[in-house]
């Protein structure tokens, strides 16, 4: 017996989940693309820009694949979902280890912010001192975050 893997060929989600619009952009083929749909993990508008059922995403969609806060989900490992769904109402994630939290600004799910809240491209850990920026989540990881709960 065969354990099926979920999500199918995640490196196309995990590349999506980095993507700065979070487009998808390669799939494999039709079949996983279309297990993206059904799964609510990807999602892709008409012409209008209203977001298309799974059934017909692919024969009438306009424009890319788009991940949704469900696939950004789908991927993560549960050190990974334990972190970004315990983040503070401002968005900083407390007591993350920092390999969690560097993986999770690989994908775009975190960003470092100093004391002053502005962004930067690295924890600031100098090897001696230890990490200066603490880890926020980004808009995609506040989505990712959201989807864990029942919208109402």
């Given at each position: 017996?065969?354990?099926?893997?979920?999500?199918?060929?995640?490196?196309?989600?995990?590349?999506?989940?980095?993507?700065?619009?979070?487009?998808?952009?390669?799939?494999?083929?039709?079949?996983?693309?279309?297990?993206?749909?059904?799964?609510?993990?990807?999602?892709?508008?008409?012409?209008?820009?209203?977001?298309?059922?799974?059934?017909?995403?692919?024969?009438?969609?306009?424009?890319?694949?788009?991940?949704?806060?469900?696939?950004?989900?789908?991927?993560?490992?549960?050190?990974?979902?334990?972190?970004?769904?315990?983040?503070?109402?401002?968005?900083?994630?407390?007591?993350?280890?920092?390999?969690?939290?560097?993986?999770?600004?690989?994908?775009?799910?975190?960003?470092?912010?100093?004391?002053?809240?502005?962004?930067?491209?690295?924890?600031?850990d100098d090897g001696r001192?230890?990490?200066?920026?603490?880890?926020?989540?980004?808009p995609a990881g506040v989505?990712a975050a959201r989807a864990?709960?029942?919208?109402?």
């Amino acid at each position: 017996m065969t354990v099926k893997t979920y999500p199918p060929a995640p490196k196309h989600l995990r590349a999506a989940c980095a993507h700065p619009q979070g487009h998808l952009t390669s799939h494999g083929s039709r079949a996983t693309l279309q297990a993206y749909l059904d799964d609510g993990l990807v999602y892709r508008n008409d012409a209008d820009g209203y977001r298309l059922p799974a059934e017909t995403a692919q024969a009438h969609g306009v424009g890319p694949y788009v991940i949704t806060g469900a696939g950004r989900r789908a991927i993560l490992n549960e050190s990974q979902l334990a972190a970004i769904d315990s983040a503070d109402e401002d968005g900083a994630l407390r007591n993350v280890s920092w390999p969690t939290a560097a993986a999770l600004a690989r994908l775009a799910l975190v960003e470092y912010r100093d004391a002053t809240g502005t962004p930067q491209p690295t924890d600031g850990d100098d090897g001696r001192t230890g990490p200066k920026h603490r880890p926020f989540l980004t808009p995609a990881g506040v989505e990712a975050a959201r989807a864990s709960k029942p919208q109402p």
